[in-house]
């Protein structure tokens, strides 16, 4: 077995020093570089490598000590590990198909930074420091580089569980800075222009019927109407939906779980959601199976998985441009909509529009999505139609030199 020792190399004119420490190969000593904390580069002074080394003997013992107190046996490395992590994940049931894709997307990234063949004990908070600055480096948000973070963590939590790894150790818990993503404002409409976009996705007549989806209006007034997320409103069934009670039920399904306990809710089947859905589900071209917005493209039965194109179709007829509506601004402009209706004669509560949306109290909805707007629109329903607001919406279309879309095209 090879001695520990430090040997030098030239860079660019200067030698910096590096240690061989493959006598620890058992918790994953290797030749590495000797990195001062701060430093992006090995050190090039011979006291500081001797402090370094002399850290990292330390550290590699601190594991060989670990691995004998706790019993733990032979070496876990960060590929294979990895792996068994998302396999148990799967095995629950209790995560999306999109999470686990995310969450395998981000640990593949820390493997091809850290080596596959990289013992899991041996990955040090310095480590994970420069992986976050190098994340950052390249080009993505701080945001998006804490949720790779979030995903080693994860899988920390696990090795320590386990025994792979000693308890307490968590080299991504330790690291003091971590990136904190930016918290952009939320994007709504308001009450005029989710009416706008409404009445463009009623008279919307797409140049191939055979390809476009048949029920682009059925499904954004659902959006609208009940401020459900966007697999909430994809993933309801026929059934949820009570012409007798007047009501919407957002439950799980074989088709998608629900984000949290309280997802699991009753809300109002307004009036104008009622109106539009009651010819969509009892005419001639009513869903053929079980899910309400169904999709057939394999040829069973299944969620709709991209709204991109309807929504930009009809996002066209009302001046807006490609991509510029999306369905996560239907459940801010409900909650935006819902707040300004009444209640028996009052404003209606915070509580009972936070229930509405599934949240387990009001914070939420006071923080994030109580938006005001612009516009002040009491009502005892939440509702959105164009002939109540042809003043500002003719302004609105003039201004983007368009014809309101009252008629279809021809």
Known sequence: MKATQIYWRARGGVRRAYADLREYADVGGQREALVASGEKRATADPATAQVLLARRIEQLDGLRRGRALHGLAGQATLATFAG????????????????????????????????????????????VRAWCEKLQASGLSAGTA??????????????????????????????????????????????????????????????????????????????????????????????????????????????????????????????????????????????????LFPCYKTGEEAMLTDLRKLLD?????????????????????????????????????????AKELGHGGEAMVRRVYGHLGQMRHRAKVVEYRVEQHRKVLAERLTALGLAPPLAPRA
């Open 84 to 127: 068994a992590h998302l396999i148990a994940k799967a095995d629950t049931g209790k995560f999306t198909e999109r999470w686990l894709a995310l969450s395998e997307h981000h640990l593949e990234r820390a493997v091809a930074h850290f080596g596959a063949g990289r013992e899991l004990g041996s990955i040090t908070t310095t480590d």
């Open 146 to 291: 804490r949720h790779h973070l979030n995903a080693l963590s994860n899988l920390y939590r696990r090795a320590r569980a386990e025994r792979v790894v000693p308890s307490g150790y968590d080299p991504v818990g330790d690291l003091l800075e971590k990136p904190v993503g930016r918290r952009d404002e939320a994007k709504w409409l308001e009450v005029p222009e989710a009416a706008l976009l409404l009445e463009a996705a009623r008279t919307y007549v797409p140049k191939r019927s055979d390809l476009a989806v048949p029920f682009g209006y059925p499904l954004i007034a659902a959006f609208l109407l009940t401020g459900g997320r966007r697999a909430e409103v994809l993933g309801l069934e026929v059934g949820d939906v009570s012409f007798d009670r007047k009501t919407v039920t957002f439950r799980p399904n074989d088709w998608r779980r629900l984000k949290t306990a309280t997802s699991f809710r009753v809300v109002p089947l307004w009036p104008q959601l009622e109106a539009i859905l009651r010819p969509y589900v009892f005419g001639a071209g009513r869903p053929p199976g079980r899910l």
């Open 313 to 353: 179709a009809a996002a066209a007829r009302g001046g807006w441009k490609s991509a510029e509506i999306r369905s996560k601004m239907f459940r801010h402009t409900y909650c935006a909509a819902r707040l300004q209706t009444l209640d028996e004669g009052a404003p209606v509560s915070v509580y009972t529009v």
